[in-house]
């Protein structure tokens, strides 16, 4: 989806989803600028920018912004899969740090320059498959996620009508995050049959819709949770 040229923050665009992102917003001449800790892969991408950003770190205020921002994608998350006696309070506050916390303070620090967007603005977050689908060992991640979905629904209510807020959940994504869940052929070919479509994810199937949200085209969307998962939130397929 073709945007009319913008500036955009990705937080979380040097690996996965987050970079697929970038290469369309930068294949579209926007002026993109990148939060993350490290830059590497980054190298040599022609109007992307660097701003170092960790997202356990309050972020009351960031150097290096432009002063008139389009849109913010929040990308970091994890994927923290154990029983739920092997929790520890440190684990569901890790999560909630990096997936939710990480967020709010990232559009906390943003808001001002999404406000001067003549045009309007859009805010995409990350949820997960595992917040609508009840799965085993996901207590703190879907516990984490469910905030996002709470978050990205209130603020879409408070920021109408100026900055659209939407959220994305996708399931299981072929990114280095998912690394230790896709080890091995038979890992990932279970992992495909769980899937109606018989697959999992591909970074670009996620970034494409996350680039439509931040587009004109998605001028009349604010307030929805958009499930790119292969079927698995919906379907059951029995054979």
């Not at 009319?4 to 970079?19: E, M, Q, R």
């Not at 984490?144 to 807020?165: D, N, T």
Request: one cysteine or more; glycine letters at 10%.
């Amino acid at each position: 989806m073709k945007l009319d040229a913008g500036t955009f923050l990705v937080v979380g665009g040097s690996s996965g989803i987050g970079f697929e992102i970038v290469v369309r917003l930068m294949e579209q001449n926007h002026e993109i600028y990148v939060g993350s800790r490290t830059n590497d892969r980054l190298t040599g991408f022609e109007g992307v920018r660097h701003v170092g950003i960790d997202v356990r770190e309050p972020q009351s205020h960031l150097e290096g912004l432009p002063e008139v921002m389009n849109g913010l994608v929040y990308c970091p998350g994890t994927i923290r899969l154990k029983s739920f006696n092997r929790l520890t309070r440190e684990d569901f506050l890790d999560d909630l740090q990096i997936n939710f916390l990480g967020a709010v303070s990232l559009i906390q620090a943003c808001l001002p320059n999404l406000r001067r967007s003549a045009r309007g603005a859009s805010i995409v977050l990350f949820s997960s498959v595992a917040v609508r689908t009840g799965m085993a060992l996901h207590a703190s991640i879907a516990a984490a996620k469910g905030a996002v979905e709470g978050l990205a629904r209130s603020l879409a209510a408070e920021f109408a009508p100026h900055i659209r807020v939407n959220a994305i959940a996708p399931s299981l994504v072929d990114t280095p995050l998912a690394g230790d869940l896709l080890s091995s052929e038979e890992k990932r070919h279970a992992a495909a049959e769980r899937h109606p479509l018989k697959r999992i994810g591909r970074p670009q199937d996620v970034a494409d819709l996350a680039v439509f949200l931040l587009s004109d085209a998605a001028g009349w969307i604010t307030g929805q949770v958009l499930h790119v998962d292969g079927g698995m939130s919906t379907l059951r397929i029995f054979k």
